[in-house]
């Protein structure tokens, strides 16, 4: 069992920048996978970035080159750096984390653990 705790969500304006933190109990952490979703108002889930166990990266096309994942297995927790966030950006950004960790998916039905969430908001 794996439980993820968010944080580092807050208001910024557009231009700026925010760190969001994923922290996860478990002792077998650096073998999955884990990635970050958004959800904004009025809108679905999908999928923002992920790392597998190897390190392997995936970003959707809407934050490339602005958003950066990066993990760290000794202290359990995977990051995604924002920069120049936009406006479109503003949502509630949750971690997840798959057993499987080899594969990074965009669905979000193949991910087995899933955080509460942090909320992220892109002042103009």
């Known amino acids: 069992q794996v439980q993820l705790v968010e944080s580092g969500g807050g208001l910024v304006q557009a231009g700026g920048s925010l760190r969001l933190s994923c922290a996860a109990s478990?002792?077998?952490?650096?073998?999955?996978?884990v990635a970050w979703f958004r959800q904004a108002p009025g809108k679905e889930r999908e999928f923002v970035g992920g790392i597998n166990w190897s390190g392997g990266i995936y970003y959707a096309d809407s934050v490339k080159g602005r958003f950066t994942i990066s993990r760290d297995n000794a202290k359990n927790t995977v990051s995604l750096q924002m920069n120049s966030l936009k406006r479109e950006d503003t949502a509630v950004y949750y971690c997840?984390?798959?057993?499987?960790?080899?594969?990074?998916?965009?669905?979000?039905?193949?991910?087995?653990?899933w955080g509460q969430g942090t909320r992220v908001t892109v002042s103009s």
């Open positions: 478990g002792r077998t952490f650096s073998s999955y996978a």
């Open positions: 997840a984390a798959r057993i499987r960790g080899l594969v990074v998916s965009s669905d979000m039905s193949n991910w087995d653990y």
